[in-house]
């Protein structure tokens, strides 16, 4: 799976925010840990690994620009391991980044239910649906995803529901106001003390 510096450079490209990001290993938290010991469960170790890797050459093809062999080596993965969500969720990216969004709407419900709606996988998969029904103006059926990707913990999807409510938003911004407004000193009253203020002094004016 490459160097210890290799790793820390992936690790920046597999962020839990980014589509892209579910070769297990790169995290290294709980979640990863017990996700990474099912597959071991589940999966053969030498095609498991395999199709690790090829994910993760396709990932490193897309950041490149290389979206044709991106999508060469996440279709290799799927055919080593068709029951394993993550290269369908990968895919869907990179179909997506290409304008393919019905192949990509198409991977993303396989890795839905592959995954059963848990984990990474599917927390990314919610992500990457719910910001495609946005773009296509399907904003119930984004809230939902972008719901229950929250659900599994992603702040992204937390401030896209935010945006998708006006009246959070609104309330959000008043609260804002509200606080700058107080951090500024109040202004203070003219006086007849105060030397641009002239007069005689008992109110009846210059």
């Known amino acids: 799976m490459g160097t210890p510096n290799d790793q820390a450079v992936l690790q920046a490209i597999f962020n839990p925010d980014t589509p892209f990001g579910d070769i297990v290993g790169l995290d290294l938290g709980e979640e990863a840990e017990k996700e990474e010991r099912e ?3 589940v999966f053969p170790q030498a095609q498991l690994e395999q199709s690790k890797a090829l994910e993760l050459q396709g990932v490193m093809a897309a ?9 060469e080596r996440f279709g290799q993965a799927i055919c080593l391991l068709p029951e394993r969500a993550s290269a369908y969720n990968n895919r869907a990216q990179a179909r997506r980044l290409q304008g393919d ?5 198409e991977d993303l419900e396989r890795a839905v239910e592959l995954s059963g709606g848990r984990g ?10 719910g910001l495609l029904a946005r773009l296509q103006g399907r904003d119930d059926d984004a809230r939902r995803d972008f719901e229950r990707a929250a659900r599994l913990g992603s702040p992204f999807a937390r401030r896209q529901l935010v945006l998708l409510n006006p009246y959070a ?3 959000n911004r008043m609260l804002a106001d509200m606080m700058g407004q107080l951090r500024r000193p109040p202004r203070q009253p003219l006086s ?3 030397p641009g203020v002239r007069g005689r002094g008992d109110g009846t004016g210059p």
């Open 39 to 41: 597959e071991d469960e």
């Open 63 to 71: 950041e490149a620009g290389d979206l044709s062999t991106a999508l």
């Open 101 to 105: 969004v019905a192949g990509a709407l």
């Open 120 to 129: 990474r996988a599917a927390r990314q998969s919610f992500v990457q649906r």
């Open 169 to 171: 938003a609104l309330c």
């Open 192 to 194: 007849a003390a105060d």
